[in-house]
């Protein structure tokens, strides 16, 4: 069995896969008997790693209990205590949460709350999102909107809902030399409010922003200060502020929500990945109090749903894991291992001549490659080198999740580096190697 001999329509239907066959700890095992380390949490997702007793088990006996009962009619006790972890632990003003099945359903269903919330205030006019160039929101229409990635919009262009781009913060490429980390913050998050004057305040809907950007960049954080302004910005003008955390979010930068680190609560915050780690397909989008009450207030329903909206054993299986990284203090170990891996990548790649950055917080680590250090400047993105990188690591028995070159037009090609919380300082050591081996082999098929 391989990707060319199934009736599965895959992402790159041209290339042959290898058939995942069981999981241990860590890694990954194909039909081969090949182990891949899980370097990158399949797209950050698997922060348990693949074979966690105690989450199977709770999925087991939720099986044996109850699988799913339709929300229309009931709740369960497996979503009601998963909210509550949720909501204990969230940032203030966040009060209720709202259960899908991922990450673009989870922004999709956010975007729906914001405008909503100011349709029961009379607010009608507004039905504009501002969001960054450099971003990834999902794939369903309204997430796509948002997203910056131009090219992925493309061919919907016509079809999707009206939104707007400023640019991201991204100090390795935006920064002046002579700014310091926090003026560039603040001068990144004054484009929003040039923006939001120049739609009409009494347009916008909200702000959608990665607190750290995942796929699109390789982890890139934001510049000190840079999301109070932001905050402060969306106050000022009633904007709505949405934290998409379906990356970053659930442990992954080392505190359970990334925005922690950046001392602001957002208005609305989506998580998904994470919160199931892959265990389930499960993903929450996280209210504040007020957008709660004005909503149900009004019409008294948020009208919205999906069919599996809270369903039990996807709950029973979140809730697990969001109890074994208390249990185990694996937010600790994904700070320890965090900062362990990012030195060593550091002292790896110290005087290697095409690697640029290596960005990230926690366990959320972005490799960036150059053709020039000094000037920054990007490879051909003809060259395809990210994705070669991931070949290269595969033949390794890596995993990490490439990307290219899609921000204003200059971004390098990256490679995330996302692994499970669980691992130890061999895993580190292992992925260090490895990536060397990779990024070698990668660099040298492309001749450069
Ligand atoms: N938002 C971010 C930041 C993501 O990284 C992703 C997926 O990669 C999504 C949204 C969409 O999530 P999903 O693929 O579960 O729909």
Do not use: W
Request: hydrophobic share 40%; charged share 25%; proline share 5%.
């Amino acid at each position: 069995m391989s990707a060319n001999h199934t009736r599965i329509l895959h992402r790159e239907p041209s290339r042959d896969l290898p058939v995942a066959m069981s999981g241990d700890g860590p890694f990954v095992i194909d039909s081969a008997g090949k182990r891949y380390l899980d370097a990158s949490g399949g797209a950050a997702v698997s922060c348990l790693g693949h074979s966690e007793r105690r989450v199977i088990e709770a999925i087991k006996a939720q099986l044996d209990r109850l699988p799913y009962a339709h929300t229309g009619f009931f709740t369960n006790e497996p979503a009601e205590a998963l909210a509550d972890h949720l909501i204990e632990r969230a940032p203030e003003g966040l009060g209720h949460v709202y259960f899908v099945s991922g990450g673009s359903e989870a922004n999709e269903t956010a975007m729906k709350l914001a405008r909503q919330y100011f349709f029961e205030r009379g607010e009608t006019g507004r039905r504009h999102f501002i969001a960054r160039r450099q971003s990834y929101h999902g794939n369903t229409i309204a997430a796509l909107s948002v997203g910056g990635n131009a090219g992925r919009r493309a061919i919907y262009e016509p079809i999707l809902l009206p939104a707007s781009h400023i640019a991201p913060c991204f100090e390795y490429r935006h920064r002046r030399s002579d700014e310091a980390s926090e003026e560039y913050g603040i001068r990144a998050a004054d484009e929003l409010e040039a923006e939001i004057l120049r739609l009409g305040p009494e347009t916008v809907i909200a702000f959608i922003a990665e607190t750290v950007v995942g796929a699109t960049a390789g982890a890139v954080p934001p510049a000190p200060g840079y999301f109070r302004r932001i905050r402060e910005i969306c106050d000022r003008y009633g904007v709505l502020l949405i934290l998409d955390e379906v990356m970053s979010g659930m442990g992954r930068t080392g505190t359970l929500y990334g925005c922690e680190q950046d001392g602001i609560a957002p208005d609305i915050l989506t998580c998904a990945k994470g919160l199931g780690a892959g265990y389930q397909p499960i993903g929450a989008t996280i209210l504040s109090e007020r957008i709660f009450d004005t909503i149900t207030g009004g019409s008294g329903a948020f009208q919205h749903g999906f069919t599996y909206i809270g369903h039990a054993t996807a709950a029973a299986g979140a809730l697990a894991v969001q109890r074994v990284i208390e249990e185990d203090g694996l937010l600790e170990n994904c700070r320890l291992m965090g900062a362990r891996l990012k030195e060593r990548l550091g002292e790896a790649f110290a005087s290697h001549p095409r690697i640029g950055d290596i960005r990230g917080r926690g366990l959320f680590i972005g490799v960036e490659l150059v053709e020039d250090r000094e000037t920054k400047k990007p490879f051909d993105p003809a060259l395809r080198l990210h994705a070669r990188i991931k070949a290269a690591a595969m033949e390794e028995g890596l995993m990490v999740y490439p990307a290219g070159g899609t921000v204003d037009g200059r971004a390098g090609d990256h490679v995330l580096v996302a692994p499970p919380f669980i691992i130890g300082e061999g895993h580190v050591g292992m992925i260090v190697e490895k990536l060397q081996r990779a990024v070698a082999a990668a660099t040298a098929a492309a001749g450069i």
